[in-house]
């Protein structure tokens, strides 16, 4: 299903760091290809283990990561509007490390894996960009690791 914006729209989404350096073409082009996906409170758009290689954005709501511990869920972080979750199963083509549930209602843009490289010049800059946030997560998580 292709997804139509308006002008505006894709003015907001360029702003977001995931889509920096693309152009409103580069743009126009992945969203052709993209779902919105809206997901009732509760709801997981991707649970832990699962096989699949989609990407996905938060344009309203929020939604939660949780970490499967032993026999208990565990929150990792809370995500809103212009966020995005599902990257690492993109990249590395294994199962889902984490769960995400939607927080209230959810409105999400699902980008599918497969057909993103179908597009060489523009998945360059968007696994470009995704690489800058996995760093700044891993950075994160660094910093909670060494102050307790």
């Known amino acids: 299903m292709s997804v139509h914006c308006q002008p505006e729209t894709y003015q907001l989404l360029l702003r977001l760091d995931l889509f920096q350096g693309l152009d409103q073409e580069e743009l126009a082009r992945l969203l052709s290809q993209a779902e ?17 290689r989609h990407l996905f954005i938060i344009l309203a709501g929020k939604a939660a990561i949780y970490k499967r511990s032993l026999a208990v869920q565990k929150m990792i972080k809370e995500l809103g509007p212009g966020e995005c979750f599902g990257e690492m199963s ?6 889902r490390s984490a769960s995400v549930k939607a927080v209230g209602h959810c409105r999400l843009l699902r980008l599918d ?11 360059s800059k968007l696994f470009r960009n995704i690489a800058r ?3 700044q997560r891993l950075r994160y998580a660094n910093d909670l690791l060494t102050l307790g």
């Open 36 to 52: 919105l996906i809206e997901c009732r409170p509760g709801e997981y758009p991707i649970r832990e283990g699962e096989q699949d």
């Open 90 to 95: 993109l990249i590395e083509c294994r199962s």
């Open 113 to 123: 894996g497969d057909q993103i490289v179908q597009f060489p010049h523009t998945a």
């Open 133 to 135: 946030l996995l760093s």
